[in-house]
């Protein structure tokens, strides 16, 4: 059973990994939702990739996962509420609303992953 939990550390790491390199692949479309704009999406692409990798090879990773759950927060806060806000599309709401509850669900799954 040991190994099945083991392999949720990899579950958790590798999706963020991609979410960090999707910010630099995106990094121009990105940056007109960012506020900071480039800048913002080049940190928060490598806090995500460092996360993935302290949740890896598992040194500073409760550091690491606190930080990336206050990181997510933010992006609540100040991109999916506002985006939210300001959706006129009812599939512009919609996806708004989709980012911030995977931001707040990966955010918990973090806080939880620090205390253990």
Not at 55 to 84: N, T
């Amino acid at each position: 059973m040991n190994a099945v939990f083991g392999l949720g550390r990899f579950l958790f790491a590798i999706p963020i990994a991609i979410f960090g390199v999707f910010n630099f692949i995106n990094l121009a479309p990105l940056s007109t939702y960012a506020p900071g704009g480039k800048p913002s999406v080049i940190l928060a692409g490598l806090g995500l990739l460092a996360a993935s990798i302290s949740f890896i090879i598992r040194k500073y990773d409760k550091l690491a996962a606190v930080l990336m759950a206050f990181m997510l927060l933010l992006f609540v806060f100040f991109l999916h509420i506002p985006g939210f806000m300001n959706a006129a599309d009812p599939i512009d709401k919609m996806n708004s609303m989709s980012g911030l509850l995977k931001d707040l669900i990966i955010a918990g799954a973090s806080l939880l992953y620090a205390r253990h």
